[in-house]
């Protein structure tokens, strides 16, 4: 199974300022097979990231992800007030989906 | 618009069996333009991916709960469900129903609103 690391745990950032979230794979992943997404309080996950650079449906260009191999990143480019949530990682292999355990971008 | 709602019990006995229903708005199971799949979040633990099921009837589970997860269809009522059994504390979780795209069947593109389901006697 491969293991997605995500860090920080918690990013404490002010409207304005640019986010950059980290996610590591313990194995080589496809960027084809690297998703972001989005979760606010009481809400489920929201796609915003497919194929480790391409924007779902809806998602404002100021969210931009990257990467191959092992090191994927997610960088919101000047945060909005209703960008503060929790960030996952997900990726698809060998027949399995796993998720990492979030980002939280917080005030 | 695609909209996809949960419902079930919120409370399960220990050692009984989950069961959870996922009623899929906006679109026909039957079409085969998406795969259905749950997924759950512990508070702790995180997000886990359960399985899925496609309207052809092929199912694929997660290795560690596949003793005792089965997906299925009713496609006369646009409905997949999920039955979890001999359930403990640690299957207390937000249960979510979400779909895949079927050429893209890496990621989740919608999300129903989640249950949230506690094991307890």
């Known amino acids: 199974e491969i293991v997605l690391t995500q860090s920080p745990g918690t990013l404490s950032l002010s409207p304005g300022e640019r986010a950059t979230l980290s996610c590591r794979a313990s194995q080589s992943v496809s960027s084809t097979y690297l998703a972001w997404y989005q979760q606010k309080p009481g809400q489920a996950p929201r796609l915003l990231v497919s194929?480790?650079?391409n924007r779902a449906t809806g998602i404002p260009d100021r969210f931009s992800g990257s990467g191959s191999g092992t090191d994927f990143t997610l960088t919101i480019s000047r945060l909005e007030p209703e960008d503060f949530a929790v960030y996952y990682c997900q990726q698809y292999g060998r027949s399995l989906w796993t998720f990492g355990q979030g980002t939280k971008v917080e005030i | 618009q695609v909209q996809l709602q949960e419902s079930g019990p919120g409370l399960v006995t220990p050692s009984q069996t989950l069961s959870l229903t996922c009623t899929v708005s906006g679109a026909s199971i039957s079409g085969g333009g998406y795969y259905c799949s749950w997924i759950r979040q512990h508070p702790v633990e995180g997000l886990e991916w359960l399985g899925y099921i496609y309207y052809s009837g092929t199912t694929s589970y997660n290795p560690s709960l596949k003793s005792r997860v089965i997906i299925s269809l009713d496609t006369s009522k646009n409905q997949f469900s999920l039955r979890l059994s001999s359930v403990t504390a640690a299957d207390t979780a937000i249960y979510y129903c979400a779909s895949m795209p079927a050429t893209n069947f890496w990621y989740f593109d919608l999300w129903g609103r989640g249950t949230l389901v506690t094991v307890s006697s």
């Open positions: 194929g480790a650079s």
